[in-house]
């Protein structure tokens, strides 16, 4: 109970929430027109009309308008030069009503944040604090509200250094609390670092739950497969698709899923496999968010395959994959799961006569189910390769408890009965520990290798 209730008190209301209330926005996108900062993958618009969709994420969110300014460097004071500074703050000015300004850079310092608003008369965001609003209203699980406070962490960090400056700069130096011998920002400070050690230590207790449900899944030889991708690629459509599984209800927005969530279903030889669904991908998402959801992501380590799913009709397909691909190879993931892994173009029923043009894609519609029975096959195979199970044909005795043995331990794919001398041929996969198993069991059953 003690635990249940400081769990409850580190859930509670978040202190950088927005608020429940409308937010009128103007998107402000800042295009590097050349240098390392300039993606060659994309376009101004296209990078501003996923910020758009980001805040059509958000109830009550509505997008006033969406600008586009250039800057030769987005990393200084005003972001822009002083004359598109003008340009810009004139145009927001104008905006009826407008309450918010979301500028499109991974992360803004506390004090351009002042500046900002100082010059705006409005609240400003950046990718961080849109795509942790998101997080926050997405989030169901306790894991995954626990997250969300974790990365909330370096924003209240950051709000407190510049707190404390407008203290200081308002009352000539720092004071110290009442005798205590701390300064204001020592003793926040410390708050902090405790209530991230509550965080990080519930997270932990939570984080052995899971692995002693990872250790009862491998104790029933249930094969893993990660589904991973870009946000909005269509992960959970597919897993519905898979899986045959009616309560998945797929939602047409960004970070629909947060937690991972586990689902069962069947390759063709009947062999029983989990999907798992995970949280999906966002370019410039700030390191500390990734961070703190490492824990989620720890499950795809634990996979035997890895099924990379990417909306092949986005206009930014390219750089969808190679965000994927770097957040993969940032978790450090076993080498054998990146090189096995199973790439998926999925929503080819909005191209006419589409053919991959990378060695080994699979094209597919999860939606309409074209290309499914392919994607089930290539999964089985690799599956089967990073399992080390095997397909065999056993001969047993009917009269003997070796087939109902063989139905609980293993895949039973099809059984011949030979009436006349009360045997019967059986097709099986089966994984290694269980063949062992098998074998010491019954040393006189006679095994085919298929």
């Not at 698709?241 to 279903?265: K, V």
């Amino acid at each position: 109970e003690e635990d249940e209730a400081a769990l409850e008190e580190l859930l509670g209301p978040s202190p950088l929430a927005p608020g429940p209330g409308a937010q009128r926005v103007a998107v402000v996108h800042p295009a590097v027109k050349w240098g390392p900062q300039k993606s060659p993958l994309t376009t101004a618009e296209l990078q501003i009309a996923e910020a758009v969709a980001l805040v059509d994420t958000l109830q009550n969110w509505t997008v006033l308008d969406k600008i586009i300014i250039p800057t030769k460097n987005p990393n200084k004071k005003f972001v822009f030069g002083k004359g598109n500074f003008q340009v810009l703050t004139e145009k927001i000015k104008k905006l009826p009503h407008v309450t918010a300004v979301f500028l499109n850079v991974e992360r803004i310092s506390s004090l351009t944040k002042k500046e900002l608003e100082g010059a705006w008369g409005v609240k400003v965001f950046d990718r961080y604090t849109v795509v942790l609003h998101i997080f926050r209203c997405n989030a169901r699980t306790k894991e995954a509200k626990l997250q969300v406070a974790l990365a909330e962490i370096p924003l209240l960090r950051s709000n407190l250094k510049n707190e404390v400056s407008q203290r200081d700069q308002q009352r000539g130096g720092s004071r110290y609390i009442m005798g205590s011998g701390e300064t204001f920002l020592e003793t926040q400070n410390r708050v902090l670092k405790e209530r991230e050690l509550k965080i990080r230590n519930a997270l932990e207790k939570l984080r052995r739950k899971r692995a002693l449900l990872r250790t009862q899944r491998r104790k029933c030889e249930f094969p893993m497969v990660s589904v991973m991708g870009y946000t909005n690629c269509g992960k959970t459509t597919l897993i519905k698709a898979l899986t045959g599984e009616a309560g998945l209800q797929p939602r047409d927005q960004l970070f629909a899923t947060l937690d991972i969530t586990a689902h069962a279903g069947y390759l063709p030889s009947h062999m029983a496999v989990i999907y798992v669904d995970t949280i999906g991908f966002l370019t410039d998402l700030p390191h500390n968010l990734v961070e703190s959801f490492s824990a989620t992501l720890e499950e795809v380590a634990y996979s035997d395959l890895i099924v990379h799913v990417r909306d092949i009709t986005h206009p930014e397909t390219n750089l969808q994959k190679a965000t994927v691909l770097s957040v993969l190879r940032n978790l450090n993931l076993p080498g054998h799961l990146l090189d096995s892994m199973v790439e998926v173009h999925n929503k080819v029923d909005l191209i006419e006569r589409y053919k991959p043009t990378e060695e080994n894609a699979l094209a597919i519609s999860a939606l309409h189910g074209h290309g499914l029975e392919e994607l089930k096959q290539e999964i089985e195979k690799k599956i089967l390769t990073a399992t080390g199970k095997k397909i065999l044909t056993v001969n047993i005795n009917l009269e003997g408890p070796q087939l109902s043995w063989l139905y609980k331990e293993a895949t039973v794919q099809e059984v011949e009965v030979m009436p006349e001398d009360g045997t019967a041929r059986v097709k099986v996969i089966i994984g290694s520990s269980a063949f062992g198993r098998y074998k010491n069991l019954f040393p006189n059953s006679k095994i085919l290798m298929s």
